[in-house]
């Protein structure tokens, strides 16, 4: 399973939510294969033609013990830890653990958000904006790379979410 974000260095606002089965008689290991585009990647669509930026694997189990379960785990290129030349700190991915509710207990909701008179906050055009849904400091919904170009009066598409994400 996969989730692409173009265009940044430092790509810290992952939206895109996986659902697994947490068997708590199993241990069951994650991998989480961080790469970087390249254009022949792009091309052929395969993810062996992309760039490895770093690999990380901790057990489901191990992310649900952890306060809030929120893990920290540093990116390794063959064993070591990748780190930053410039700041001195180690490369990492947070990954986050939770309880899904039962089907009968969430509901499909379909929400349209639009604005009227926003600021010019662009220099020489209108604004581009785009919202964010978060809970608890994590963002549920949204990313800034899906805005609206040159306007004070966005309207966005509808868009479906479960009230789980939203309520839990």
Not at 80 to 85: Q, V
């Amino acid at each position: 399973k996969t989730e692409i974000i173009e265009g940044n260095q430092n790509p810290c606002r992952w939206t895109k939510r996986f659902h697994f089965d947490y068997l708590f008689e199993e241990e069951q290991i994650m991998k989480f294969d961080v790469y970087t585009t390249t254009n022949w990647g792009k091309k052929s669509g395969k993810i062996e033609n992309h760039k490895l930026v770093g690999t990380s694997t901790c057990p489901l189990g191990e992310i649900f013990a952890q306060p809030g379960s929120i893990m920290q785990k540093k990116l390794m290129v063959k064993g070591y830890p990748i780190k930053n030349k410039k700041n001195k700190r180690f490369a990492h991915i947070l990954a986050f653990a939770g309880k899904l509710k039962s089907s009968e207990d969430t509901r499909q909701l379909t929400i349209a958000f639009g604005a009227n008179k926003l600021i010019q906050a662009d220099k020489g055009s209108l604004s581009d904006p785009y919202f964010l849904i978060t809970r608890n400091g994590i963002t549920v919904y949204g990313d800034r790379k899906n805005h609206l170009k040159n306007t004070i009066y966005p309207k966005w598409p509808p868009f479906h979410i479960d009230t789980q994400h939203l309520c839990q």
